[in-house]
């Protein structure tokens, strides 16, 4: 993996592509855990800071996924979708029990009035 230099802007999006074409290229698999970020960062020749925004840019885009204490790992096919996607898709899902769960029981202002 190397710095992409032949993107403008900040560094931390030099280092996401970096990494983006590491994972189109099949540097990286599917499923690999990618270095620590102090190895990253000395891979890249970047501060710790920019690879941590590099690696939550390419978390957002779905590309990468993070297990807390354990590490990041280029996305697989089973869970390449974002996470805003996965959040979203739960809120539907919630919102869906919560209306067929006030379907089945009987609105408590009606009932206290009818008595």
Do not use: C, W
Not at 7 to 22: C, F, H, N, W
Not at 33 to 58: C, D, Q, S, Y
């Amino acid at each position: 993996m190397k710095l992409d230099d032949q993107v403008a802007g900040p560094a931390y999006l030099q280092v996401a592509s970096g990494i983006r074409k590491a994972i189109a290229g099949g540097e990286l698999e599917p499923g690999e855990k990618l270095p620590a970020g102090p190895k990253l960062a000395t891979t890249f020749g970047v501060a710790l800071m920019t690879v941590r925004r590099a690696i939550e840019t390419l978390q957002s885009e779905g590309l990468l996924r993070s297990a807390p204490g354990v590490g990041v790992f280029v996305a697989t096919a089973e869970n390449n979708g974002s996470e805003l996607a996965n959040l979203r898709a739960d809120v539907d899902a919630l919102r869906k029990r919560v209306e067929h769960l006030e379907q089945l029981v009987p609105d408590s202002s009606q009932q206290s009035q009818a008595e």
